[in-house]
């Protein structure tokens, strides 16, 4: 059996307590949703500056719990989709991790180390996560929106140049954004280190430095990029994309629905039981918070 399908075969029971397949939150595509627009898609729309208009509901996921789980190429097993890698650069598809980085993200990989992932304590989702669900995009004044998964608020300012102070430190970072001909570019720094990429444990450490590419391709059409730098913990920048085009989605029928996530969880506890029974009962988690209170 390949390392690759005892990662699948270990996290299972992970993916179900993390509630992973749950119904879906506001907007969440899901393979056959009938939320997916159906009309023909047209030219490029565009703002009263020229620039495309990305207004709109987006999703690029082919449906299904598959990438939330790992990046790379993966097999299915266990409720848990098969899929190709996401890394697009470098060519093997394989994201290039220094040796101390590589060991880490095989270390959070252990299902002995699942209540060490922040999402089932419900805090924030990863850049690169949550771009696996569905979106909402909109302007406001001079800042790009972005509505995400629980609850999550992207705004992202299109008039600042310079980033925060290196010492303010964000779960989804510093974002600002600026027009590259009719590409939407956004550039992310001032991370914390805590948050992971996916539930496998990938991640890219507090000095990111993420640059995110919104290239409309047609009226329901948009390209999506992600390229991450970080010297500390790969050798080299390398870049992901959606497991497939973002594709312009009806809005939810209600504003909002509650996300299913809540702190002092039963799933969290049977993680926690799990984390101390394999490291101890006096043990630290090495990332991630001890939120439960139960014991």
Same mark, same amino acid.
């Given at each position: 059996?390949?390392? #690759?399908? +005892?990662?699948?075969?270990?996290?299972?029971?992970?993916? =179900?307590?993390?509630?992973?397949?749950?119904?879906?939150?506001s907007g969440q595509l899901v393979r056959g949703d009938a939320n997916a627009v159906k009309t023909a898609a047209g030219p490029i729309p565009r703002r009263a500056d020229g620039k495309p208009d990305l207004t709109g509901n987006w999703n690029g996921s082919p449906g299904g719990v598959t990438h939330t789980v790992i990046l790379e190429d993966h097999p299915a097993g266990f409720g848990v989709t098969a899929g190709p890698t996401l890394i697009i650069d470098p060519p093997n598809g394989i994201i290039p991790y220094q040796p101390w980085a590589l060991?880490?993200?095989? #270390?959070? +990989?252990?299902?002995?180390?699942?209540?060490?992932?922040? =999402?089932?304590?419900?805090?924030?989702?990863?850049?690169?996560?949550?771009?696996?669900?569905?979106?909402?995009?909109?302007?406001s004044g001079n800042n790009f929106i972005i509505n995400a998964t629980q609850h999550i608020t992207r705004v992202i300012p299109m008039d600042r140049r310079e980033h925060l102070p290196a010492s303010i430190?964000?779960?989804?970072?510093?974002?600002?954004?600026?027009?590259?001909?009719d590409t939407l570019v956004v550039d992310t720094t001032n991370f914390v280190e805590r948050?992971?990429?996916?539930?496998?444990?990938?991640?890219?450490?507090?000095?990111?430095?993420i640059v995110e590419r919104f290239t409309m391709l047609d009226s329901n059409t948009i390209k999506w990029t992600m390229t991450i730098d970080n010297p500390k913990v790969f050798t080299r920048p390398w870049t992901m994309t959606s497991p497939a085009l973002m594709k312009r989605i009806k809005p939810a029928p209600d504003f909002d629905i509650e996300d299913t996530c809540h702190e002092g969880n039963v799933d969290l506890v049977h993680l926690k039981n799990t984390y101390f029974q394999a490291h101890g009962k006096d043990a630290?988690?090495?990332?991630?918070t001890d939120t439960d209170i139960r014991r």
């Open positions: 059996m390949s390392n #690759r399908t +005892r990662f699948i075969l270990s996290i299972a029971a992970l993916v =179900v307590m993390l509630g992973m397949t749950a119904v879906p939150t060991a880490e993200r095989e #270390r959070r +990989r252990e299902d002995s180390n699942g209540y060490e992932d922040q =999402v089932g304590h419900c805090e924030f989702y990863d850049l690169g996560r949550i771009q696996i669900f569905s979106q909402e995009y909109m302007f430190r964000l779960w989804t970072g510093d974002s600002i954004g600026h027009w590259e001909g948050p992971r990429m996916s539930l496998g444990g990938d991640f890219h450490g507090a000095d990111a430095h630290k988690p090495k990332y991630g």
